[in-house]
């Protein structure tokens, strides 16, 4: 495709094999338009290789400590979902897109981990940065063709809007420079202690200046698109995915009725769900995953380059091809789900009622460069869709009317705006 040399790999099999096997061999990123131009080769979607490894490592270690995984983070989901209902709640059942109000909760979630920072949901700014995690990923998938043939960028009138691309971009690094407070944030490299993410990364980077580290991807320019790339991944697909879980308890009236019969028969009505409650809502969780796999927020993984030959499936790729990665030809695959196209939440559960976990539901893609945000994103789903199953019903905006769920594809796939009645619980 113009001058790459391009493989789209099908099928878990694999996809697996290419992943597991030869992970080492795929830690590249092309040298396209997105890496190159947009990330600059910078943070942790785009780096490649020993630096990549680097940055992993130091990611997942801070987002361990500052609570991902365990019950301090749960506690701060669970603060954003208490919202997200007092917000609906102010509805009072009249008609209401819900797709801003889960997304300004998720972002909240995301901006605690890194900034220590919240936001209503009447404030400009968010909405104005909301609007920009959208239009980016619609601008993402109208201007991929520049990523394989890079003339398209010089196009009269902006036509595939890399102009307008890179705007937007530009005024989201600095919003986020500007969230970083740099001037005002206590640095101490004696201590290990810290609140944020971005106090984690600024004190790594003088502790490495100290110890004169030259080769390091722990730097200021990794810091800011690293903290891009974590609301980028961390805020569309969740936030997209809860909206499409409300979309299918419409449209499946008898699943949402038997999700609450579940939660309130297991949990009951007079407190919130938290993640201990988890192995007592299979039914939920079955929900969840195939809510994941039957939207397919994210159709493709990220590209990845092949540094070396490869052997895979009877053919040679070779150095410095570019491999990408058709998600949905696991996720909608016929052999491995039989009815893919219907939507289905027992297929996860066994006779029992048991939960199942199928090896082909990749939504956050597998290997050791999956998606860093997945334990966190896991977190959000459950608490979020939780709370809301236990303390309202989803109606259309207007009876027999149910919403389309088709949904608008781009870079990734989000659903076609809605309105939804909010009817509140009386039990």
């Known amino acids: 495709m113009g001058p790459f040399r391009c493989v789209m790999l099908n099928g878990y099999d694999l996809i697996s094999e290419a992943l597991y096997k030869h992970h080492e061999s795929l830690l590249g990123r092309p040298n396209n ?45 669970k603060g954003e979902a208490d919202y997200l209902l007092t917000t609906i709640d102010a509805a009072q059942g009249e008609p209401l897109d819900i797709s801003n109000l889960v997304m300004v909760c998720v972002t909240n979630v995301i901006c605690g981990v890194a900034f220590t ?3 209503d949901q009447e404030d400009k700014t968010i909405l104005y940065w909301l609007a920009s995690i959208k239009r980016t990923f619609e601008l993402l998938g109208s201007s991929a063709a520049i990523n394989f043939f890079p003339i398209l960028k010089y196009a009269p009138g902006d036509m595939f809007y890399y102009n307008e691309l890179h705007s937007v971009l530009n005024n989201m690094r600095e ?32 502790r490495r200046k100290e110890e004169h580290v030259v080769k390091t991807s722990l730097d200021e ?112 695959d016929e052999s491995a789900w039989g009815d893919p196209d219907i939507f289905r939440p027992d297929r996860f559960l066994d006779g029992d009622g048991s939960v199942i976990v199928k090896k082909e539901l990749i939504p956050f893609g597998i290997g050791k460069r999956n998606c860093l945000g997945e334990g966190l994103a896991s977190m959000e789903l ?46």
């Open 33 to 77: 338009f997105v890496h190159n131009e947009i990330n600059q080769h910078t943070g942790i979607i785009s780096l490649s290789g020993d630096k990549w490894k680097e940055q992993r490592t130091f990611l997942q270690s801070s987002l361990r400590l500052l609570g991902v995984g365990r019950n301090i983070m749960a506690e701060r989901i």
């Open 117 to 119: 920072k919240r936001f």
């Open 175 to 206: 919003t986020v420079w500007g969230w970083f407070d740099r001037d005002n944030r206590k640095i101490n490299v004696s201590d290990q202690a810290f609140e944020d993410l971005v106090q984690a990364f600024l004190t790594e980077i003088e």
């Open 221 to 332: 320019a990794n810091l800011l698109s690293s903290m891009l790339n974590l609301f980028f991944a961390g805020t569309e697909t969740t936030s997209n995915t809860i909206v499409f879980a409300v979309l299918y308890m419409v449209n499946f009236p008898h699943l949402q009725e038997k999700l609450y019969q579940e939660m309130e028969d297991a949990v009951g009505t007079d407190r919130a769900p938290n993640m201990s409650d988890k192995n007592k809502l299979p039914f939920l969780s079955a929900f969840i995953m195939e809510t994941q796999r039957f939207a397919g927020v994210v159709p493709l993984g990220i590209d990845r380059l092949a540094t070396k030959d490869i052997h895979l499936g009877g053919y040679t790729i070779t150095k410095g091809t570019s491999v990408m990665l058709n998600l949905d030809s696991v996720l909608r």
């Open 382 to 427: 459950f608490l979020f869709l939780a709370a809301l199953v236990q303390k309202f019903e989803f109606l259309p905006e207007k009876n027999g009317e149910l919403p389309t769920m088709t949904p608008n594809v781009g870079f990734s796939r989000v659903a076609q705006p809605f309105k939804v009645r909010a009817i509140r619980r009386t039990k």
